[in-house]
């Protein structure tokens, strides 16, 4: 994907498959809300990515979010292929500048560290303070061992704003408190990488989906709503860790119905 001259690679760590109806609650009256979705759930269930992307920024070498890690949940995640695309990609952990986070759950944090080691050793870290508050400095957040090794190379932001010239982060609460959207952008095009905001193009098509992961439902579910309305009818490219095969689309307004294209 290009973003004017900006280039965005996905980059692919793994991958799993989920009833739907574990991982969404439809708000809706519909009998069967997943039949008019059958483009993402087929048998009753969706296949999600794990992994994350990178961004090359002039001389600045750019990961967002980087997937699971070489292991497997019980839950059915299986990751550890991020270097091996990065590798494919021409990038080696060497090479990476700057490691930003949407947010801060484990399987979007996994290759930030392997075994106390920093994955990336010239990066700067990055991610929203309300993140690290939550899940590094509460003793229940469960994220400080992993995140440890990169403390000291941790810079934060608090608001919306620009991090390097053509990539701005987009404050989204309600999956975590401190949940982004990355913004990258040069001259008229835009693309918008939105983190766990979503993990299905299905929950922008309709307002009426929560996701069971959400540490603030009702939040989440207004900056979902939000973000739906803001990118409907518009050319911005959209993204996310989860969609499927890290898919760029676009969210189409038709007759007052969204829908999505790729």
């Given amino acids: 994907m290009k973003v004017g001259s900006i280039e965005i690679h996905p980059v692919y760590d793994g991958t799993f498959r989920q009833a739907a109806a574990d991982i969404l609650r439809y708000g809706g009256t519909a009998e069967d809300p997943f039949a008019a979705h059958a483009e993402f759930v087929i048998d009753g269930m969706i296949e999600f990515a794990l992994g994350g992307f990178v ?42 500048t700057d490691v930003l986070f ?19 050793p010239h990066a700067t870290y990055r991610c929203h303070r309300a993140d690290w508050a939550h899940f590094v400095d509460d003793p229940a957040g469960g994220a400080a061992r992993k995140m440890a090794p990169v403390a000291d190379r941790m810079e934060f932001w608090e608001r919306d704003t620009t991090i390097f010239p053509g990539l701005d982060v987009q404050g989204a609460p309600g999956h975590t ?23 299905c193009p299905l929950e922008l098509v309709e307002d009426d989906w929560q996701a069971v992961f959400d540490v603030d439902p009702v939040m ?27 898919q760029f689309g676009r969210l189409l307004e038709t007759g007052g119905q969204r829908s999505w294209a790729y």
């Fill in 55 to 96: 961004v090359q920024l002039g001389d600045r070498t750019v990961v967002i979010d980087c997937g699971l890690g070489p292991m497997k949940t019980d839950g059915g995640m299986e990751g550890g292929q991020f270097l091996a695309s990065l590798d494919a990609l021409g990038v080696q952990p060497s090479d990476v």
């Fill in 102 to 120: 949407t947010h801060l759950h484990f399987d979007h944090v996994g290759w930030a560290t392997q075994k106390g080691v920093v994955v990336f």
């Fill in 177 to 199: 408190p401190g949940s982004t959207i990355m913004v990258v952008s040069h001259g008229k095009d835009r693309a918008m990488l939105l983190g766990d905001v979503v993990h």
């Fill in 220 to 246: 989440a579910q207004r900056t979902r709503a939000a973000v739906a309305r803001e990118l409907e009818g518009t050319n911005t490219a959209i993204a996310a860790a989860h969609f499927p095969g890290l």
